[in-house]
């Protein structure tokens, strides 16, 4: 009976390859964040490096025609400066009434509500030298 009970290894070996599994998979999941950072990272030095190649072969005439201002590209441009516009008017009119016989129970309350609602709006996507404050970026 005792070497029977000897010759089953087999049995706890399934627990631990799950708490393995879950070590490996937190550590993914926490090696994700800086994953992310380093990504961002190769992202931004490659658009500083395009910029500054970019600034040293554009003259004034190509600054002129992009919209920039001054002598330098800006680094970082958030192209969604944008100004809106938008009007909004409202119109209800509300009208009630009681209509049946002559009888108080016999009569029946009507209300009847009417409402319009008109929003116009216009938006515009401003030009880079709005992040520097000219006139668009008041």
């Not at 090696?31 to 992202?43: C, D, E, H």
């Not at 190509?62 to 800006?74: D, V, Y």
């Not at 119109?91 to 009847?112: E, I, M, P, T």
Request: net charge neutral; charged share 20%; with cysteine.
């Amino acid at each position: 009976m005792a070497q029977i009970m000897t010759g089953n290894k087999g049995q706890s070996s399934l627990p631990e390859y799950v708490a393995t599994f879950f070590i490996v998979i937190a550590a993914v999941v926490a090696m994700t964040v800086y994953i992310q950072r380093s990504i961002q990272a190769r992202i931004k030095d490659s658009r500083d490096h395009m910029v500054s190649v970019a600034a040293g072969e554009c003259g004034p005439d190509c600054r002129a025609a992009a919209g920039i201002s001054g002598s330098g590209i800006p680094r970082e441009y958030e192209p969604y400066y944008g100004r809106v516009d938008s009007r909004t008017s409202r119109n209800s009119s509300v009208n009630a009434d009681l209509a049946g016989g002559a009888d108080r129970a016999d009569r029946q309350f009507y209300k009847n509500t009417e409402e319009t609602v008109e929003t116009t709006s216009t938006s515009s996507q401003l030009p880079p030298g709005a992040a520097a404050g000219d006139q668009y970026g008041k």
